[in-house]
């Protein structure tokens, strides 16, 4: 399975952000959510072969991560609103550190960036980063991880630690483009090499 990991600096941690106002009231919850539908939906379809944990580090009770799962994800519409009710929805849900499912299959845990890191550890990682090796140019292997931030990047510490699980930098070009688009470019490439 592809996984993409967002580390999401200023999105919300609790539901206390208006569905008017996802760029402003939710830290960017607008980025998560496109973000979630890149990562997961087709033009007619759910990607079943792929999942996103969002690390929500913003205003509220940080950290927080919330993971849409496309093998068990059912009903949920791929507009950014509705992608931003359900966060807050689950956000309201009673979590602790250990995954909780909720509506339709999302999950969720009081979990921090290095905490998914060190599940995931068995995982190759690829870290997006605009000094990394073309994404042409690496071998990139089954059950990938991609690892991006929002606006903001990733704090350095947190880029760091995962390094320490041999994470590779991985580039898109010379261009800098929204984290939305470089997953949706990150799944066009992993489909035409067929890697799942």
Request: with cysteine.
């Amino acid at each position: 399975m592809r996984t993409f990991i967002l580390f999401a600096r200023k999105a919300r941690s609790d539901s206390n952000f208006s569905i008017e106002d996802l760029p402003g009231s939710g830290g960017r919850m607008d980025l998560v959510a496109r973000c979630i539908t890149a990562a997961l939906w087709l033009s007619h379809n759910i990607r079943d072969d792929a999942r996103i944990y969002v690390v929500l580090n913003g205003p509220g009770n940080p950290p927080v991560t919330v993971c849409f799962d496309g093998s068990k994800i059912m009903k949920v519409s791929t507009d950014e609103r509705a992608t931003a009710m359900w966060i807050r929805k689950v956000l309201d849900e009673k979590f602790d550190k250990e995954w909780h499912t909720t509506y339709n299959g999302i999950m969720i845990a009081r979990k921090s960036f290095q905490d998914i890191v060190k599940e995931l550890k068995d995982s190759k990682f690829y870290v997006l980063h605009e000094n990394g090796e073309s994404i042409d140019n690496v071998k990139i292997e089954g059950d990938p991880v991609f690892i991006l931030g929002d606006h903001l990047g990733i704090p350095d510490k947190d880029e760091s630690f995962v390094f320490r699980y041999g994470a590779e930098k991985v580039s898109l070009g010379k261009q800098v483009y929204l984290a939305s688009s470089c997953i949706s470019v990150i799944n066009w490439v992993l489909d035409q090499k067929d890697i799942v």
